[in-house]
């Protein structure tokens, strides 16, 4: 079997909303597929309503990717306070929209750009988040199981 990893790189962040006051904000984000393994980027700090990243985070898929057919990768966005963090916005990216996606490609590999929209905790829009998704596997191709949607 292959062992496939999926590579996300995190890249902006567009109209967030301030969180309070005038300061410019520090953002940082989360993503997990099993919440008992996050992963974050850096904070950037003073990014403000369009913080940029481009950090990448590895996410090892074992030897079956046909097992993860209702996996999603979930994504939170924070604001970093002297004090505490708030959340921004959150959003989804369901490992069948990848799959469509990487089944319009002949090489998996190849890198692929979405853009989410954030929701508050109260589900108001809340800007956008655009990442880069890869697929690699160690040898051979990395095939996703078949789409019923």
């Known amino acids: 079997m292959v062992r496939a990893e999926m590579h996300v790189m995190v890249l902006t962040a567009e109209d967030l909303k301030r969180d309070a006051g ?22 950037h700090h003073k990014g403000g309503r ?8 590895v996410f090892n898929l074992g030897e079956d990717v046909s097992l993860f057919p209702h ?35 002949d090489d998996p590999e190849e890198h692929d750009c979405v853009q989410l929209q954030l929701t508050t905790p109260s589900g108001q829009a809340q800007g956008y988040l655009s990442l880069s998704i890869s697929l690699i596997g160690n040898s051979g191709p990395i095939t996703f199981w078949p789409l019923h949607l």
């Open 22 to 43: 005038f300061r410019k904000m520090s953002v940082y984000c989360v993503l997990w597929i099993d919440p008992a393994m996050k992963q974050s980027t850096r904070v």
């Open 50 to 57: 369009y913080p940029e990243w481009n950090d990448v985070l």
């Open 71 to 105: 996996s999603v990768i979930t994504i939170q966005v924070f604001s970093q306070g002297k004090r505490k963090q708030k959340l921004l916005g959150t959003t989804f990216l369901p490992f069948a929209e990848i799959a469509r996606i990487k089944a319009m490609r």
